[in-house]
C-alpha cells in the first residue's frame, strides 16, 4: 500500500498505533510522548530501528520489519539519509 508523500510501506505512524500509541511506544523507547509524535511526522529515526524491531518481535508485531521501516519512511523526511543503515542491518 502506498500513501501519498510515502514509500510503498507501512506509514510510521501506523507502527506507532501497533504498539497502542504515542503513550505506549514512549514508555517502551524511554522517550517523552512529544518526541513519539514527532516521530509521526518525521518517521521513527533509523537509530532507534534496532530497538523497535526488537519491540515488535516481543509483542508479536510480525508485520513491523524492516523493510516496512525503510520503505515507511516518509519521503521528505530529515532520516531519509538513515536508509544507508537499514540497508546494512538488512
Do not use: C
Not at 501497533?18 to 517523552?32: I, P, Y
Not at 510480525?62 to 520503505?71: C, G, M, S
Amino acid at each position: 500500500m502506498q500513501y501519498r508523500g510515502y514509500g510503498p510501506g507501512m506509514r510510521h505512524d501506523r507502527i506507532i498505533d501497533l504498539f497502542g500509541g504515542n503513550t505506549e511506544l514512549a514508555k517502551l523507547v524511554g522517550r517523552s510522548d512529544s518526541a513519539i509524535s514527532r516521530w509521526r511526522d518525521n518517521g521513527i529515526p533509523p537509530a532507534f530501528w534496532p530497538l523497535v524491531l526488537d519491540l515488535a518481535e516481543a509483542h508479536g508485531l510480525d508485520e513491523v520489519t524492516i523493510d516496512e521501516l525503510r520503505a515507511g519512511l516518509p519521503k521528505d523526511s530529515k532520516y531519509r539519509a538513515g536508509r544507508r543503515l537499514a540497508r546494512s542491518m538488512a
